[in-house]
């Protein structure tokens, strides 16, 4: 995320960013296989605690996000709920019937929806791009070429985006957006499309040939300016985490609020 | 020319190479050679392939950017750096100190010794930032080419290939990049590619001019080049010395001032915002029929944000009046990257679309494209795609496309940046008979061989305000300020 609007200060931009992925990549896995709805519960509340206290944005962003992701995973519940199947009928409406254990269902999914959301946004608003990368190449031996490659690409964001403005006030301009209709959006989609892609690939091309001119060699070895290790906020970070997950399991034991422990089966 | 023996020679002998789908090789035979110390500018009209020459010089031909290259001799400085046209894809990194570290980091220097050979490299482009931690998008284009600059001496090269690295700054940076070109030349060659020749005729000895095959017409002394070759320059559309008044004592019409007494525009209590934020202000503002008026200022002054706002294309506030029946229609607008506004295949629809837009006959359209076609010199063009043409026919067919219904007011946003010599004078050409035909020429422009020449207005800009606005007098030359009740100056 751009450090621009990022609070660098927080924790978790001092963890190593190999660490931190390799744990995010492993809640994910976890929380796919998570089917009690206790548990998602009491995760979604803790989660919701450690992102907001350790997110690296203002905090008008972090609620923006908030409501992003929580509308997103309102949406990833409703099909389910709307349209699940089970027993206990509490709502039915033409093709509409729900009941109680597609409601859990639903629920169960959107929490999910709502936990990985949230771990992507604390993720990539305490990571920024070019530690991540370096990371990846010294940690995890990722090859140089994929992590400079990407790097490159980030810097190219931020002229996209200005190029999309210079390409709508043009079409302004030239009376594109004057023409209405399905195949007039469908045309002035494939110019902006085009347009954005023949300015990314001319871009990217002459972007490696600089690099490759400053001698940047896919083969041979490198030094690296920043050398990312580790330190004691790494095990800080690992025992947040795992508390935090810990609880999530713990409380949906001691503090059940609902009666679907299982929520395939249906109970 | 004569070479001294005991020092090395680089060069390539007999070149041929071919681009992709064109039938014929391009060089035939090319030699060239150079020596250790020396400092030689390459000249030519565009697409004379002195920039092909120089990546193949510096080996980035074939290694980098693969082209079928056929070479008797070819021998490649052990070091060297190349510094490139486009100030923004030159760099991999988001910072300043992160990009000269990339260069490092590939002569795999120590990192502990990195910070302080930043910022020696910094220094002797005269980038003293007290922090080299800093976003790169944020500098000038100025800057930033001497960043990339900066970054190339981090490879202690001893040769330095230039490619027309000012075709994209403005005249204050152009004169900062070459100011930091002459610094650090001391005992390093250089091979420079340039159209704008002017500043940089006391750095080089040697000019080697090229015909438009790819061919090398002369190679040897500046000023013996510059004075027997002066009418293939101007024919190159070349920035040379004398290029403006070689153009002055061309135009076969002497520059016409009229009064101008039809409103087109007024503005009162006008101001432009990007986003949130007020970029441009002016409290009164009047524009009239005929005029060439010329915005000028410093690079964020807010110039395109101004001419932006009065064709509506950002929010803006205040009273804003045309006097015109059809707004949209009357008042085009020609952007900085002609790229940006093509909107179709083929250069001829490209005309055709606003006309189409406007429902005119088939017949009717056919005629006025064609017109177009030949008064711009893309009739050879007609069926290419517009993103396949040159610098300059891309720069043609944009302003073309703009004019072709006719336009009450006409605004252009730098429209002679990156241009040949010839390519803008035959702009000019076409402006200035626009406003003879009572057309309204608003530009935006950095040349003020362009301001004093042709405008009959000139406003400056700066910190988002309208500064100065100056009205050249009917009969005169030179610039003087009115401070009549109908021309306001604003403070």
Known sequence: MDPVITDTSKLFFKVNPS????????????????????????????????????????????????????IVSFFSASAMILYGKGSHVLFQWFLIRTTEESLARGIQLGLRTFVFGLLGVLFASTTPPVPFFYSLMQQLKVPVRYAYGCLAAFRMLPMMAEELGHIRQAMKVRGMSRQKGLRAFYERFLHYALGILVQSIRRAQRTAVAME????????????YYQIGWSRKDLIFLSVMTVTVVSGFLLSRWIPLTPYTNVIDGY | MCLKSNEPVWGVTDLR?????????????????YQKGEKILFLGPSGCGKSTL??????????????????????????????????????????????????????????????????????LTGLDFSDPHRLIRTLSGGMKQRLAIASVLALEPEVLFLDEPTALLDPDGTEQLWETVRRISKGRTLLIVEHKISRILDLVARIVLFDPDGRILADGPKDQVLEQYRDELDAYGIWHPDAWPAYERRRPVPIRRQKHEEPILDLKNFSVYHGRTKCFTVPELHLYRGEWVAVIGKNGAGKSTMVEGIRSLVRHEGIMHWYLDHKEEDVSFVFQNPEYQFVTDKVEDELGFSLKLNKLPVSE???????????????????????????????????????????????????????????????LDLFQSLVDGGTTVIMVTHEMEIVRRFATRVLTVADGRLIGDSRVPASGRGEETENGSRYHRHQ
């Open chain 1, 19 to 70: 660490l931190k992925l390799i744990c995010f990549a492993f809640l994910f896995i976890l929380y796919l296989s998570v089917q009690n709805l206790n548990t998602m519960i009491w995760t979604t509340v803790a989660f919701s605690i450690v992102t907001l206290w350790a997110n690296g944005l203002p905090r008008k962003w972090s609620v923006g996000f908030f409501l992003m992701t929580f």
């Open chain 1, 213 to 224: 001119a400053k001698r940047f060699s896919m083969k041979e070895k490198r030094t690296f």
């Open chain 2, 17 to 33: 190479l071919a681009f992709p789908q064109k039938k014929d090789m391009f060089f035939k035979d090319l030699s060239f050679n």
């Open chain 2, 54 to 123: 120089l990546q193949v010089l510096s080996g980035l031909i074939p290694k980098s950017v693969p082209l079928p290259v056929h070479t008797e001799k070819l021998s490649i400085p052990k070091s060297w750096g190349f510094i490139f046209q486009d100030p923004d894809t030159q760099f991999c990194m988001p910072y300043v100190d992160e990009e000269i570290a990339f260069v490092l980091e590939n002569r795999r220097i120590d990192p502990k010794k990195m910070p302080g050979l930043i910022h020696d490299y910094l220094k």
């Open chain 2, 365 to 427: 359209i056919e005629k006025l494209v064609t017109r177009s076609l030949e008064q711009f010199a893309l009739t050879q063009q007609r069926t290419t795609h517009p993103y396949q043409l040159s610098v300059g026919q891309k720069r043609r067919l944009s302003v073309a496309a703009s004019l072709i219904d006719r336009p009450q007011a006409v605004i252009l946003d730098e429209p002679t940046f990156g241009q040949d010599a010839r390519n803008t004078f035959a702009l």
